[in-house]
Structure formats: structure tokens, C-alpha cells
């Protein structure tokens, strides 16, 4: 052998094979800040594109059944359940995601990644009210995306 | 909180954390209504974008794969078997599609991605034979797909 | 070499590298059949899992982008609009879903994946309601799927 | 017809078919925090899953090209570039990416998912540095997630 | 800003923006050894799982359209046709995959994913006439993958 | 009814149900030759589209959790582990793919799929460097893919 490289060429999944199939629950939340106009679109479900909410809450619940096939090293599961839920402020919007699982490893990636599909599809939704006369979105974010609690049966 | 919208925002997976690991098996059927030549074409091998049934069981049996996909608020599952069975007649074909899976929920939307899909397959491989002089589908249809059993092992 | 197997391992693609890029419509249409206190459940929004038709469009859409990965031997195809619609009634909702495309094939298979995926969603949401005590569907069906309308701008 | 549901069974993709064939960049931008020792441990590439800022380009850009796979109305899209760049800080990692696509419709969301994963990815490599004695994160954020400039080329 | 990486962070797809959209092909081929007897019941088409080759060309086909999704830096491109062939010899099956599309990059990972996923699934049939009795493979090898010609039309 | 085809159109999943959960192992390895100044650039981290090994394993991983979506009779499973590993000599890689899953199946084809992948993804980091003046590959090959070891726990 020529040469082995080691540290740069590294990305191993976790071995979970030995580990117990216990009840484990994941919530993360996360915030889309919005303009207040948009806001009131969404509630008043005047938003041409459709019905913003529960298209994110679709979206976000496929992207959570997604995420071994998104993030490279996260383990594929049969999450036994996934909820998504919005709380509208007068300039944001905060979406909480739960999933459960029945099994080796922590749900807390498959949390995340549903509740950044929930915004990121709000996001798409009201992209024509958001844009600015040049095409820019100076007031829209997503921020503050936080695992709020993990929690492992015993 | 300003506002919480509920009635137009939720789509809900059902929990099944705490449902019992046992065999399930779902079976669904469909028809798909071509012309006469085509049925012919089909049985002697004569289509010319190839075996149309071989190819319309592997799409059906990779698309009951990818239910949880499909139908949002459908769990992933690690199904134990599918397979895809047909019956001819002289105007129409008949997919049966049977689903097995030793887990939580019962299998019958898998059961009726795998028989939809296997009929739109055969309905694709026929295309230029079924299509009219003016490139409508006067005769094509895909009709009474229905789930004919759902079995829980008890 | 040994041997050539040619009609049973066939299964091609139509080369379509010569055609021209022009505007491509599809319409297709199905229908599912459901109680009817199934239809008044969804009329009223009373459905546990949540919103029916919304999520059943936002699946058919989806499914619709997927085609060329479940009918083995569609084209990739960069589609420019999908709309689907539904028209209720008392024993039966009808989808409608349009496909536009630029480029070189039609696209009725996708307006077929559209519609046949949103009814199949419209099933899963309601799948509680339509069961029966044995847990087995007598009445739901998806029926009358049909390509409504092809055309092909000059 | 028995009714007609409109606004709370709509979402529609926005039909492109007849815009023009141009260039079109996006450029996303958002943070992630972290504790100081993970920065340390990233920079050092001591982390015991990997290399883990290469692994968040891989699947950053694999998600950016998943884009209409996860937002529901996003279009599919050939794009003809995607580049994913870190600015490391004492306390949080900058991720920027950019898309390129010559075609009808802009590619901020495409941009957007290629950030919004990489920092998920990221988290997901280093979630044991990152969590406390109870298993909890109460450092980690993904936050600030915006779009930095949208061009179309005239 | 604390740093900057590098060399290990990066994976760039090629920005192909500026290319000029012309057809490009490319052939890749690639062979399976098998025992004796395995190509005998391919050939007589007594191989239990079913149908060996049209399953492995449309797996390979399949394949070949999600070439984007499998290597990291392809670009998604809207490919106009593929088809797979293969000739069998005493003790090997060879494979040949054909790719063309109209556009700005050329199609050989197409090519090479099209032929390594048509082999592997000759394999998967038949495991259990190449498996020796203690369940291992001592003859079975996917062998001499490479691409045959790769052309772009002036 | 009218006939029954049966030895064209059969392609089954074989039965799973009833197999017993145990771990079960697998390694595959497989090379792909190369020309001396390619693995030197490889080596020294100077290859323009970035990290060529690291990128490799994220591809090689993320195709083995494809398994069931590429091979089509492949049953999808929540496999625990999956690891990577190169070997360098002086005119080729080897790459080593091991995989684990407890169920009911062995996953030698996830191995095979992990290392296939890996590979080609190689090929696609360091194809302009391959190339000759006429854009042809005349040393690049994937070669002697095989399945090193089968391992079914009692």
C-alpha cells in the first residue's frame, strides 16, 4: 500500500447497532421573520400561491422523513410520529416540530430538519410580498432554529 | 402571541409510538382499460419500448418503497414483502399488489402506490398505441382500484 | 459471445434529443368515491389528520415533479407549471391537474401522477373515517383516471 | 357539482412557461452557533465523526439540487452551479452559498437550502461536543438565515 | 473572522453557466462474472426473483436519472436518452449504457451509474444461485467498468 | 380472463416476514485504477473540485441508504452503521465498505452499493485531470468489486 489518508478523508456514521430500542422524543423550534403585511396575508389566507401553513406543515413533515437522505450521516428511521405547529407573532412566525421514535438513536437532526422545511416553504409561499421593488428580501430571516428538548424513555 | 391557526394549518401524522410489532399485510387491485391491439401487443412482447409487465412490476414494487414519500402523512416502514401479480383480459388488465410489514401501522396505501404505479407503468410502455390520430386517449383508463383485504395478525 | 437476449430484456427510453422545445399542456382527471359523511367531514374541515384537499395538492404536485423517478422510462423534465384542482360531490371528489412543460415530450404522465397521488392522499387522510368495523374499505375506490387533454403548441 | 373548496385547498405553483431563458444567481447566507471548543475542534479536524466541513458542502450542495423535492411549489431545475463557502469565527461558523441557473425562474430557495443544510450537517457532526450532560443543547443555534443578493441577468 | 479552511472544505461542482447547449453522448460498459449455472437460468429465464435482465435494465435506467442525486458534484440535467444492452458470455454478462442530452455538460457519470447499477442488480437476482454454503460470494466480481466513448456534437 | 404471464413478468421481493431479527454484517471492496499523477493530486489535497476522499465516503454513505430505491427487489432497512475506507497505492484506490443492520436480511447489496458509489464518485472529482486531449478515459476503470465477508450473527 501506497498511502493511507485519514483525517481528511473521514465521515463515519455512529455504530448503533448494540444500542437499545427505546421510546425517544425530539423538539426543535425556529423562527421566520416576516413583514407585518405578510403576516396578515398568511392569517387571512389571502396569499395567492395558496394556503401557507399547512403547505409548510406537509413539507416539513416529508423533509423530516427525509433526513438520512439529507444530512450524510444521520441513520435511516421509522419515526413513529411527527407534529408541526405554528405560533404567528405580529412580525414572525415561530414552527415547533416533535417526532418520536421507537429505537436506536435520538431524533433531534429529523426535529431540525423538519422545522427549517416549515419556514423555508413559508419562506417560498410569500416570496412575491416579501421582495422588495429590486427583487431583494431585506426584512426576511429564519433564525433562532433550537433543539428545545430531547428526551430518551428509560 | 397574535394569532394560532388550527383549523387550516394541521396535517397530522398518526402517533403509533405505542402500537404492537406484528404482521401485517395489505392486498389492492386496479384495472387499466386498453384497446385490443394493445392487449395483444403486450402478450405476445411486441410493445416496442419493451416487456411492459416486467417493467410495470419492478416501478410498482420500487414505488410501494417510496409511500412514505409519496402520501405525507404515510410513516416509513421497512416492508417485508411486495409483490405484483397480473391477470389479463381481452380489453383490460388487472394489477394485484400485496404488502407485508411486521410493525406498527397496516400497509394498504403501500399496497395502492404499488398497484397505481404499476398501472401507469403499463399505461407509459403503451403510449404510442393506445394515443389516437390526434395524440388524445380516447380508450385509456385506469379505474376500480380499491384495497381488497387488510389483514392484522393478531 | 454466448448469447443475445433481446425481447424479454428490452425496456427503452424513447430518444427524444431531436425534438423540438416547444410548449407542451396535459390534463388529467380521476375521481375517488367515499361515504358520504366522508365528503361532509372534508367539506367542514372536521378530518383528524387535518386539512384533505390542500394536502392531497401539495402531494400531487410533489409527485407530479417526481415522475421520471416512478415510471421507469419517462424523461427528466424541467416542468414548468402544475395546478390541480377538485370539484366535490355528494358521494366523490373529482382532481383535475394540469402539467405545462418546454421541451421536447408531452407530459400526461405526469398530470396522471398528480392526480392519482392526490387522490391517494385524499384516502390516507380519511382512511379512519372510510374503514368499516373490520377495518376493510367496501366503498372507497379511485376510478376513471383519464387524460382529459394533450396539446402541443404549433 | 355539490362545492367547490377554494382557499383552503389551493397551492399553486407560480406557471413559468412563458418567462425567459436567463441567467440568475442567488447568494444565501446564515450562522451557526457553537462553543468555542467545537470551533477548535472543527478547525484542528479532530472531530470524531469526520471532516466535517467537507461533509456539509457534500451535503449542502446535494441538498440545493433536492430543492424542488422539498419546497412543495419550487420548480425543478436544471442549475449549472452551486458553491458552498465557511467563515469560522471564535463562536459560530458562517456558511454562504451561491446558485447558478440559466433558465425561468430565480434560485433564492435553492440557495437557501444549500445553507440551511450545511449547517445542519454541520450540528449533526459534531452533536456530541455539543451537548450537555443531560443530552440537551443549550449553546447550539442556527440563525440569521438570509438571502445576501438575487440577480437576474438582463 | 478566525479562519478560513481551505483545502479539506471543499468540493465544487464546475460552474457550467457559459456552456453552449449541444448533444453530447457517452457509452460506458462494465461486466459481472457469474458461475456457469447462474447464466444458464438467466438465459432460461428460471431464476426465482423473476425476469434478471429487463429488471436490471430498468434499474440501471433509474439509476442513470438520479445520477445527480448519487454523485455529489453532477449537475441535474434533463437527459434525452438512455438505454442498456447486454451481450452474455459463458461465465460473464456484459453491460453497455447509453446516455444523450442536449445541454451544457457531458453525460459519462450518467453512463457509469446506468451500467454499475444494471450489474449490481443482476447480482441482487441472483444472490441465491451465487452464494456457496456458507452464504459468501467467491466468484461473483463487477468487473472493467469504464466508458467506451464519450462524444460532443460540433 | 384471458391469459396469465407469468415467467416474463414476474420480479418478486423474496418474503422477509418471518426471519429472525439478528445483526447482520457485510464488507464489499472494489478499485478504481487511475493514473499516477492523479493519485498524487489526490494524495496532496490538489484537485480542483476539492476533497476527493472525504467527498467519496459522503457519496459512498448516502447511496448505501439508497440501497432499496436503486436495486428494486432490496427491502428497505434502518441499517446502524455504515463506514468507508480507502486504501492508496500507487495506480489505484481500494475502496472498503462496511455495513450493519439487526433485522431480517442480509446487506451485502448496501456494501456493494457503498463502495460502487464511492468509487464513481472518485472518478467524478478527478475527471478532468483522466481525460486525454480527445476527452476520453483510456486508463480509468472501476474494477474487482466484490463482497469480502458475509456475517450473520447466531
Given at each position: 500500500?501506497?498511502s ?15 444500542k ?14 416576516l ?72 431524533v ?47
Amino acid at each position: 500500500m501506497f498511502s493511507h489518508i485519514d483525517s481528511e478523508g473521514k465521515a463515519r456514521m455512529v455504530d448503533v447497532s448494540k444500542k437499545d430500542d427505546v421510546l425517544r422524543v425530539a423538539r426543535a423550534e425556529g423562527y421566520i421573520l416576516l413583514r407585518k403585511e405578510t403576516i396578515r396575508a398568511i392569517i387571512e389566507n389571502r396569499v395567492a400561491k395558496g394556503n401557507v401553513l399547512n403547505t409548510a406543515v406537509v413539507a416539513g413533515t416529508l423533509a423530516a422523513k427525509k433526513t438520512s437522505e439529507l444530512i450524510p450521516l444521520c441513520h435511516p428511521l421509522q419515526i413513529t410520529s411527527v407534529s408541526i405547529d405554528f405560533e404567528i407573532y405580529e412580525d414572525r412566525i415561530k414552527a415547533v416540530c416533535e417526532v418520536k421514535y421507537v429505537g436506536k438513536t435520538g431524533v433531534e437532526m429529523e426535529a431540525l430538519v423538519g422545522v427549517t422545511n416549515a419556514l423555508l416553504t413559508v419562506w417560498d409561499m410569500v416570496k412575491s410580498i416579501e421582495k422588495d421593488e429590486n427583487g431583494q428580501y431585506p426584512f426576511t430571516r429564519i433564525t433562532d432554529v433550537r433543539v428545545v428538548e430531547k428526551i430518551k424513555e428509560k
